[in-house]
């Protein structure tokens, strides 16, 4: 099959092959009224399983060129400094707190018995790094129709040990970022953007307008297959600040001291030159380690999808926001019963999902609401953990010193009792948005 070609030649064969099989088997068929309507789906042609099949052909099979690629062109697009690729949204949060507690960040870093503010209503891995490390969560109420954390309430929860705040956009919705940056310049505490719900929002303060995410110290990122863009698992980790990029690398890949490229000596230039704790002089650079960190790397696989998906994402979003305003037209005249979503002031939400809250009044209950829509074929979501605090995992940290709460959690134990997601992702088509409202409306008897 391969005869008299070149290894360049081969490969272009293959990936006419591949994207061949691609448009014979792959592609989506149109969509039939009854068709199961997923909350989240992946997006994709040919172009990211060519990208695929030409990263299986190098069989590098960690970060690589594509890895470098993806970091490199997506920090552009965000307008940040440094971008990091990691192997998951959860790692990415794990890594952006790690480096805050880093010996090199002074009396700013993170120590066990710190403090640092969040919010219950959310997805428990932008709580589970605090706890990991000894930090103390401490728990404020989040806002109805924007589910987001109530900047009102986190003066109340500041404490001389507060050292951060560490908050996600929910469902793409902005939280209010003037309030909180604001908060956090004031009292000197770290920001941490959760923005894996998130990715393509944009936020304006004072004329200036940036993506989300890239507001605060650190922000985060998943590429999981139902997430804004795709790498099947995937995460990033970003920001602006060379210290700080220092510091991801290092809890990223092992704990080195050592900036070395995978599959790369001396990029340093120092590798046996350097005195390091207590190692023998000119100890191998390569195997100091000045953190406790991980190996969190993706591998060229993912990388090269991703480079694929950064392409079509303007697009991507685009197709969010006319799908969430479609939707939110087709539910106004049922806003008797339900409470719509919001977007934040100063905000361009990038909408991961449309949350749909049932008003106390209408005499309606979640479950019979959601089981009514599961039954026409359209999949719903709960707001993640509701109230994470009430979750088994706090069993046996409950009556003790391991968490606290500032205030009341009245909304968060609404949202828990009374609220659920659908989706709008870039793969509906007018015709799914419109059954799903019209699903709805059947549910909710409007």
Same mark, same amino acid.
């Given at each position: 099959?391969? @005869?008299?070609?070149?290894?360049?030649?081969?490969? &272009?064969?293959?990936?006419?092959?591949?994207? &061949?099989?691609?448009?014979?088997?792959?592609?989506?068929?149109?969509?039939?009224?009854?068709?199961?309507?997923?909350?989240?789906?992946?997006?994709?042609?040919?172009? @990211?399983?060519?990208?695929?099949? *030409?990263?299986?052909?190098?069989?590098?099979?960690?970060?690589?060129?594509?890895?470098?690629?993806?970091?490199?062109e997506f920090a552009k697009w965000l307008g940040v400094r440094y971008a990091r690729l990691v192997n998951s949204g959860s790692s990415a949060n794990l890594?952006?707190?790690?480096?805050?507690?880093?010996?090199?960040?002074?009396?700013?870093?993170?120590?066990?018995?710190?403090?640092?503010?969040?919010?219950? /209503?959310?997805?428990?891995?932008?709580?589970?790094?605090?706890?990991?490390?000894?930090?103390?969560?401490?728990?404020?109420?989040?806002?109805?129709?924007?589910?987001?954390?109530?900047?009102?309430?986190?003066?109340?929860?500041?404490?001389?040990?507060?050292?951060?705040?560490?908050?996600?956009?929910?469902?793409?919705?902005?939280?209010?970022?003037?309030?909180?940056?604001?908060? !956090?310049?004031?009292?000197?505490? %770290?920001?941490?953007?959760?923005? /894996?719900?998130?990715?393509?929002?944009?936020?304006?303060?004072?004329?200036?307008?940036?993506?989300?995410?890239?507001?605060?110290?650190?922000?985060? +990122? +998943?590429?999981?297959?139902?997430?804004?863009?795709?790498?099947?698992?995937?995460?990033?980790?970003?920001?602006? #600040?060379?210290?700080?990029?220092?510091?991801?690398? +290092?809890?990223?890949? %092992?704990?080195? *001291? !050592?900036? /070395?490229? +995978?599959?790369?000596?001396?990029?340093?230039?120092?590798?046996?030159?350097? $005195?390091?704790?207590?190692?023998?002089?000119?100890?191998?650079? $390569?195997?100091?380690?000045?953190?406790? =960190?991980?190996?969190?790397?993706?591998?060229?696989?993912?990388?090269?999808?991703?480079?694929?998906?950064?392409?079509?994402?303007?697009?991507?979003?685009?197709?969010?926001?006319?799908?969430?305003?479609?939707?939110?037209?087709?539910?106004? /005249?049922?806003?008797?019963?339900?409470?719509?979503?919001?977007?934040?002031e100063n905000s361009d939400p990038s909408w991961f999902g449309f949350v749909i809250s049932l008003r106390p009044e209408s005499g309606l209950k979640r479950?019979?609401?959601?089981?009514?829509?599961? =039954?026409?074929?359209?999949?719903?979501?709960?707001?993640?953990?509701?109230?994470?605090?009430?979750?088994?995992?706090? #069993?046996?940290?409950?009556? =003790?010193?391991?968490?606290?709460?500032?205030?009341?959690?009245?909304?968060?134990?609404?949202?828990?009792?009374?609220?659920? %997601?659908?989706?709008?992702?870039?793969?509906?088509?007018?015709?799914?948005?419109?059954?799903?409202?019209?699903?709805?409306?059947?549910?909710?008897?409007?």
């Amino acid at each position: 099959m391969f @005869e008299n070609m070149t290894e360049a030649q081969a490969r &272009e064969k293959i990936k006419e092959a591949v994207a &061949e099989y691609y448009r014979a088997f792959k592609q989506r068929p149109p969509y039939k009224e009854g068709d199961r309507i997923n909350y989240a789906a992946r997006v994709f042609d040919e172009r @990211e399983m060519c990208a695929l099949t *030409d990263a299986t052909l190098d069989f590098w099979l960690t970060a690589g060129r594509f890895a470098a690629e993806f970091e490199s062109e997506f920090a552009k697009w965000l307008g940040v400094r440094y971008a990091r690729l990691v192997n998951s949204g959860s790692s990415a949060n794990l890594i952006a707190f790690s480096v805050l507690t880093a010996p090199e960040l002074g009396d700013r870093a993170i120590k066990r018995g710190d403090e640092v503010i969040t919010v219950a /209503c959310g997805f428990p891995t932008t709580v589970t790094p605090i706890i990991q490390y000894g930090a103390v969560p401490v728990f404020v109420d989040v806002t109805v129709p924007q589910y987001n954390i109530d900047v009102s309430a986190i003066e109340k929860a500041l404490s001389p040990r507060t050292k951060a705040v560490m908050a996600a956009h929910t469902l793409g919705n902005p939280f209010d970022l003037r309030a909180v940056k604001k908060f !956090c310049k004031e009292h000197g505490l %770290w920001l941490v953007e959760d923005n /894996c719900d998130a990715l393509g929002s944009e936020y304006t303060i004072d004329g200036v307008k940036k993506f989300t995410g890239t507001w605060g110290d650190i922000g985060t +990122s +998943s590429f999981y297959p139902p997430h804004h863009m795709t790498m099947g698992e995937g995460g990033c980790v970003y920001t602006d #600040d060379p210290l700080l990029n220092r510091l991801i690398l +290092s809890y990223r890949d %092992w704990g080195r *001291d !050592c900036i /070395c490229p +995978s599959g790369t000596d001396n990029f340093c230039g120092r590798r046996f030159a350097g $005195k390091f704790g207590e190692l023998p002089q000119g100890y191998d650079h $390569k195997y100091v380690y000045s953190h406790f =960190g991980y190996n969190l790397k993706a591998t060229d696989m993912q990388a090269a999808i991703g480079c694929e998906q950064l392409k079509k994402f303007p697009s991507f979003v685009e197709r969010r926001r006319h799908n969430f305003a479609r939707l939110h037209a087709a539910l106004e /005249c049922a806003e008797d019963k339900l409470i719509l979503p919001e977007p934040a002031e100063n905000s361009d939400p990038s909408w991961f999902g449309f949350v749909i809250s049932l008003r106390p009044e209408s005499g309606l209950k979640r479950n019979d609401v959601t089981a009514y829509i599961e =039954g026409k074929n359209v999949q719903t979501r709960l707001l993640f953990s509701g109230n994470l605090i009430k979750h088994p995992c706090f #069993d046996g940290m409950r009556g =003790g010193d391991g968490y606290r709460v500032a205030g009341g959690l009245e909304n968060t134990d609404f949202i828990m009792n009374n609220t659920f %997601w659908i989706g709008v992702y870039p793969g509906m088509t007018d015709e799914m948005i419109d059954y799903m409202a019209k699903t709805v409306l059947e549910a909710v008897k409007a």
